[in-house]
């Protein structure tokens, strides 16, 4: 089976398990094709952990949940040096991995963790590695990063600082499921209720999961999706409308605080192609670019206390830049 099959096998088993959020399934998928965390926002019981789970399943790959509460410690998630006794009897430091070595790493309720926890994770997203008593180990070829959090209740919550916001590749928000989509997942939910009673048959219907070099033979056709000098341009210029945002429009100079960093651009240029790859094409269309921004910028841009004033949020401001940035040539 070609890669963009087995892919699209992949999000199509996703989503008959997770109803009703086809986009985040969508999202997930692009962040594992394109290498980069994840961060999931959204109210309770919104499927954001069964979306993470249901990736993990569907793949040949090791799932790690990591619940943040409040009394974690760092070497909780990255693990320590324990003392062990030798045959011969001389004691010895050993290395033990935590939760963080796997291949899909679920951070639940990230946002419920002190920052020293958070920040345990900041090496790991983004050098693929942590440093334990000096010792560097790193993380397996295929690793991911996926948090979730809460949106509404802040009580005994620690927001996660910029530099860290900076390194998910995408800050997907998971809305509700509409009318029919709702009804689905109570069928969905009975179902399931009924095949675990039958966990034989459930296993034998099971479809196998996939292999993890369907992903890095994507990735490899991914590296070679082009993207023409317009496209480019027209995403540079999305990049520096959030930092110059008085070229554009007066609202925007208002509502923008600070702009994207080079990391925006980066995450706009590979979601892109992913995005591109997913519908079949080897080159990269404006609308792709488009699909993506929200996903990639939102979480990059600080507004102002104005654009707070007037209730205005970093989709208004994305959906403002897309209509301002025109497309060159």
């Known amino acids: 089976m070609r890669p963009l099959e087995a892919i699209q096998a992949l ?3 996703m989503s008959g398990s997770v109803i009703g959020q086809d986009d985040v399934v969508e999202a997930l998928v692009i962040g594992l094709l394109a290498n980069g965390n994840l961060l999931l926002e959204g109210l309770p019981g919104l499927a954001k952990t069964r979306a993470v789970k249901s990736l993990a399943h569907n793949l040949d790959a090791q799932f790690s949940r990591i619940q ?3 009394d974690l410690l ?5 693990g320590t ?4 006794q030798t045959q011969g009897g001389a004691p010895s430091f050993r290395f ?5 070595f796997a291949n899909v790493v679920l951070a639940d309720e990230i946002n419920r963790a002190p920052a020293k926890v958070q920040a345990a994770l900041l090496e790991a997203m983004e050098e693929r590695q942590v440093t334990v008593a000096g010792t560097v180990h790193a993380m397996p070829p295929l690793f991911i990063v996926m948090a979730t959090q809460n949106p509404v209740e802040q009580e005994g919550t620690y927001p996660l600082p910029e530099a860290q916001m900076d390194r998910f590749l995408m800050h997907v928000h998971v809305g509700y499921p509409d009318e029919a989509a709702e009804g689905q997942i109570l069928e969905l939910v009975r179902g399931e209720e009924v095949a675990a009673q039958k966990p034989e048959a459930a296993a034998g219907s099971a479809p196998e999961p996939l292999a993890q070099q369907a992903v890095f033979d994507a990735r490899s056709e991914i590296a070679s999706v082009a993207i023409s000098e317009v496209v480019q341009t027209y995403l540079v210029d999305l990049v520096f409308a959030t930092r110059y945002p008085d070229r554009h429009a007066e609202d925007l100079a208002r509502w923008i605080h600070v702009g994207a960093s080079p990391r925006g651009g980066i995450a706009l240029d590979k979601a892109s ?15 792709d670019v488009r699909a993506v921004a929200h996903g990639c910028l939102r979480h990059r841009l600080a507004l102002s206390y104005e654009a707070n004033a007037d209730g205005v949020s970093s989709n208004d401001v994305i959906d403002r830049l897309l209509e301002e940035v025109a497309i060159a040539g």
């Open 273 to 287: 192609r992913a995005k591109a790859w997913l519908a079949g094409r080897d080159h990269v269309l404006p609308d």
């Open 11 to 13: 999000q199509q088993r």
């Open 96 to 100: 033990d991995p935590g939760p963080i």
């Open 74 to 78: 760092p070497s909780d998630v990255t």
């Open 81 to 84: 040096e324990v003392l062990h």
């Open 68 to 70: 943040f509460t409040p």
